[in-house]
């Protein structure tokens, strides 16, 4: 589905239904399934139109242990892409119980909300958060995503003492490697 919207401020609503059938020749579908979107037409921004970005401490895709009745507090912070902008929202989805601040701004050019959970039993599991900065021109940024892994702790990864040829290799794993070891506080599996 392509199409361009030809005015800027209205939205614009589609509708769709997907249908299948048993042969190309049948006339009734087997199954009929509506789909909608609404789309809203945003004015081109003049100037600068680099997006923010969404950085810090996890990475784009994390994966966090996250014990059950644990209490989780985690910053997303943004950073803008043109001066003189500012962050005005962060769009998100989050698991339910998940609450996050107002927006932050604790330096020039930098906005962070910070995301407040406690995760039930119930949630066990893989449990999504996703979210994008929008600037203050309705530019957004891409999409940034964590997943917290509900009823598992993070394991802390131990670090080589400097002994000499007691840990090998150290640094980067190049593919010629065949054996290398990682250590953390937890037993694997």
Known sequence: LVFTLTQAAVYAAVALQIEDYYNNVSTTPMSSVPLQFL????????????????????????????????????????????????????????PVGMTKSTIQNPSTGIYQIVLSWIPTSDQYGPQGFCAGAVDSTDVQSEQWCITFLVGFESPSIIRPTAVQGSASPIGTIFQSHTTFSIQSNLNNV
């Not at 994966?63 to 001066?83: L, M, N, W």
């Open 39 to 94: 789309f809203y037409g945003y004015a081109v921004p003049s100037g600068c139109s680099t997006p923010p970005s969404i950085i810090g401490n996890r990475p784009n895709r994390a994966c966090i242990g996250t014990p059950i009745g644990s209490t989780v507090s985690e910053y997303v912070i943004a950073q803008i892409g043109c001066s003189g902008k500012t962050i005005i929202d962060f769009t998100s989805s989050s």
